[in-house]
Protein backbone atom coordinates (compact mmCIF):
# COMPACT_ATOMS: atom_id res chain seq x y z
CA UNK A 1 0.00 0.00 0.00
CA UNK A 2 1.84 3.18 -0.82
CA UNK A 3 0.99 6.53 1.16
CA UNK A 4 -1.63 8.80 -1.16
CA UNK A 5 -3.70 5.47 -0.80
CA UNK A 6 -3.70 5.31 2.90
CA UNK A 7 -4.24 8.88 3.12
CA UNK A 8 -7.09 8.46 0.74
CA UNK A 9 -8.91 5.82 3.37
CA UNK A 10 -8.24 8.63 5.95
CA UNK A 11 -10.50 10.86 4.03
CA UNK A 12 -13.30 8.14 2.88
CA UNK A 13 -13.42 7.67 7.22
CA UNK A 14 -14.55 11.37 7.50
CA UNK A 15 -16.40 11.06 4.78
CA UNK A 16 -18.00 8.14 6.47
CA UNK A 17 -18.84 9.71 9.38
CA UNK A 18 -20.37 13.01 7.70
CA UNK A 19 -22.44 10.89 5.24
CA UNK A 20 -24.02 9.01 8.54
CA UNK A 21 -25.19 12.16 10.41
CA UNK A 22 -25.89 13.56 6.89
CA UNK A 23 -29.62 12.98 6.24
CA UNK A 24 -30.37 12.31 10.12
CA UNK A 25 -30.83 16.28 10.73
CA UNK A 26 -34.36 17.86 10.57
CA UNK A 27 -33.32 21.20 9.73
CA UNK A 28 -32.11 22.14 6.26
CA UNK A 29 -29.12 23.96 6.76
CA UNK A 30 -27.83 21.37 9.37
CA UNK A 31 -28.06 18.69 6.27
CA UNK A 32 -26.64 20.92 4.01
CA UNK A 33 -23.56 21.76 6.10
CA UNK A 34 -23.07 17.66 6.68
CA UNK A 35 -22.98 17.34 3.27
CA UNK A 36 -20.82 20.34 2.80
CA UNK A 37 -18.66 18.03 4.78
CA UNK A 38 -19.34 14.98 3.06
CA UNK A 39 -18.06 16.59 -0.06
CA UNK A 40 -14.88 18.02 0.83
CA UNK A 41 -13.67 14.43 2.13
CA UNK A 42 -15.17 12.79 -0.60
CA UNK A 43 -13.21 14.98 -2.95
CA UNK A 44 -10.00 14.77 -1.27
CA UNK A 45 -10.43 10.85 -1.32
CA UNK A 46 -10.51 11.06 -4.82
CA UNK A 47 -7.72 13.44 -5.34
CA UNK A 48 -5.34 10.67 -3.22
CA UNK A 49 -7.04 8.04 -5.47
CA UNK A 50 -5.91 10.08 -8.66
CA UNK A 51 -9.81 9.95 -9.75
CA UNK A 52 -9.21 13.69 -10.85
CA UNK A 53 -12.73 14.58 -12.80
CA UNK A 54 -14.77 12.53 -9.19
CA UNK A 55 -12.71 15.56 -7.02
CA UNK A 56 -13.17 18.18 -8.87
CA UNK A 57 -17.14 17.70 -9.65
CA UNK A 58 -16.82 16.90 -5.69
CA UNK A 59 -14.93 20.15 -5.23
CA UNK A 60 -17.26 22.34 -7.51
CA UNK A 61 -20.30 21.04 -5.29
CA UNK A 62 -19.00 23.09 -2.23
CA UNK A 63 -18.49 26.15 -4.42
CA UNK A 64 -22.28 25.52 -5.31
CA UNK A 65 -23.11 24.75 -1.60
CA UNK A 66 -21.18 28.19 -0.12
CA UNK A 67 -22.99 30.00 -3.47
CA UNK A 68 -26.38 28.75 -2.54
CA UNK A 69 -25.63 29.75 1.46
CA UNK A 70 -24.99 33.14 0.76
CA UNK A 71 -28.52 33.59 -1.29
CA UNK A 72 -30.01 31.99 1.94
CA UNK A 73 -28.61 34.15 3.96
CA UNK A 74 -30.06 37.27 2.29
CA UNK A 75 -33.24 35.15 2.53
CA UNK A 76 -33.34 34.86 -1.54
CA UNK A 77 -34.21 32.12 -3.31
CA UNK A 78 -30.96 30.17 -5.56
CA UNK A 79 -32.04 31.73 -9.14
CA UNK A 80 -32.73 29.02 -11.62
CA UNK A 81 -30.43 30.82 -14.11
CA UNK A 82 -27.84 29.81 -11.95
CA UNK A 83 -28.93 26.44 -11.38
CA UNK A 84 -28.55 26.30 -15.17
CA UNK A 85 -24.71 27.55 -14.84
CA UNK A 86 -23.68 25.13 -12.17
CA UNK A 87 -25.18 22.28 -14.40
CA UNK A 88 -23.14 23.68 -17.45
CA UNK A 89 -20.19 23.88 -15.59
CA UNK A 90 -20.33 19.91 -13.81
CA UNK A 91 -20.87 18.82 -17.47
CA UNK A 92 -17.92 20.66 -18.32
CA UNK A 93 -15.84 20.05 -15.70
CA UNK A 94 -16.13 16.04 -16.09
CA UNK A 95 -15.67 16.53 -19.81
CA UNK A 96 -12.47 18.35 -19.43
CA UNK A 97 -11.47 15.62 -17.21
CA UNK A 98 -12.90 12.65 -18.41
CA UNK A 99 -11.02 9.26 -18.77
CA UNK A 100 -13.25 6.43 -19.05
CA UNK A 101 -16.99 6.06 -19.51
CA UNK A 102 -17.55 5.39 -15.42
CA UNK A 103 -16.70 9.33 -15.16
CA UNK A 104 -19.98 9.82 -16.47
CA UNK A 105 -21.42 8.86 -13.09
CA UNK A 106 -19.88 11.54 -11.04
CA UNK A 107 -21.64 14.30 -13.90
CA UNK A 108 -24.59 12.92 -13.69
CA UNK A 109 -24.78 12.60 -9.54
CA UNK A 110 -23.30 16.33 -9.83
CA UNK A 111 -26.53 17.27 -11.84
CA UNK A 112 -28.99 15.58 -9.25
CA UNK A 113 -26.95 17.79 -6.78
CA UNK A 114 -27.51 20.74 -8.20
CA UNK A 115 -30.98 20.54 -7.67
CA UNK A 116 -30.83 18.78 -4.26
CA UNK A 117 -28.82 21.59 -2.65
CA UNK A 118 -31.52 24.31 -4.40
CA UNK A 119 -34.39 22.29 -2.79
CA UNK A 120 -35.91 23.52 0.43
CA UNK A 121 -38.29 20.97 1.41
CA UNK A 122 -36.20 18.30 3.33
CA UNK A 123 -37.72 15.44 1.94
CA UNK A 124 -37.10 16.05 -1.32
CA UNK A 125 -33.84 16.93 -0.54
CA UNK A 126 -33.47 13.12 0.67
CA UNK A 127 -35.24 11.85 -2.44
CA UNK A 128 -32.75 13.53 -4.73
CA UNK A 129 -30.02 12.20 -2.35
CA UNK A 130 -30.35 8.71 -2.74
CA UNK A 131 -30.38 8.68 -6.34
CA UNK A 132 -27.21 11.13 -6.19
CA UNK A 133 -25.64 8.24 -3.62
CA UNK A 134 -26.92 5.60 -5.47
CA UNK A 135 -24.63 6.84 -8.77
CA UNK A 136 -21.62 7.72 -6.47
CA UNK A 137 -21.99 3.94 -5.02
CA UNK A 138 -21.40 2.35 -8.71
CA UNK A 139 -19.26 4.73 -9.34
CA UNK A 140 -16.84 3.94 -6.37
CA UNK A 141 -16.85 0.43 -6.50
CA UNK A 142 -15.61 1.25 -9.64
CA UNK A 143 -12.60 2.91 -9.04
CA UNK A 144 -11.85 1.61 -6.16
CA UNK A 145 -12.65 3.88 -3.51
CA UNK A 146 -13.91 1.17 -0.68
CA UNK A 147 -13.96 3.59 2.29
CA UNK A 148 -16.44 5.53 -0.07
CA UNK A 149 -18.67 2.61 -1.14
CA UNK A 150 -18.95 2.60 3.07
CA UNK A 151 -20.02 5.93 3.01
CA UNK A 152 -22.44 5.74 -0.15
CA UNK A 153 -23.93 2.42 1.72
CA UNK A 154 -24.20 4.40 5.29
CA UNK A 155 -25.75 7.76 3.51
CA UNK A 156 -28.58 5.49 1.59
CA UNK A 157 -29.59 3.95 5.00
CA UNK A 158 -29.38 6.96 6.93
CA UNK A 159 -31.48 8.59 3.84
CA UNK A 160 -34.15 5.54 3.85
CA UNK A 161 -34.19 5.67 7.45
CA UNK A 162 -34.60 9.74 7.85
CA UNK A 163 -37.65 9.42 4.88
CA UNK A 164 -39.44 7.05 6.77
CA UNK A 165 -38.92 8.84 9.86
CA UNK A 166 -39.95 12.31 9.01
CA UNK A 167 -42.35 11.71 6.38
CA UNK A 168 -43.91 9.25 9.37
CA UNK A 169 -44.21 12.49 11.23
CA UNK A 170 -45.56 14.75 8.31
CA UNK A 171 -48.35 11.99 7.53
CA UNK A 172 -48.99 11.98 11.17
CA UNK A 173 -49.52 16.29 10.86
CA UNK A 174 -51.88 16.04 7.70
CA UNK A 175 -54.18 13.02 9.18
CA UNK A 176 -54.46 15.37 12.39
CA UNK A 177 -55.27 17.79 10.21
CA UNK A 178 -58.17 16.22 8.01
CA UNK A 179 -59.59 14.70 10.86
CA UNK A 180 -60.72 18.05 12.24
Known sequence: MDTNYI???????????????????KKRRTI???????????????????SLSAAYISFFAI??????????????DVPRW?????????????????????DVLP????????????????QNIRK????????????????GAYLLVGSNLFTLISTAIAYYRYGKKTRKRVQKKTKK
Open 107 to 122: ILAAIIFCFTISMKNE
Open 82 to 102: LVGIYIICNVALGLITFEKPI
Open 63 to 76: FEMLVNYLFERKKK
Open 32 to 50: LIALFCLNFFAALNMVFLG
Open 7 to 25: IAQFFGGLSIASSICSMQF
Open 128 to 143: LMFLNQCLWLVFDVAV
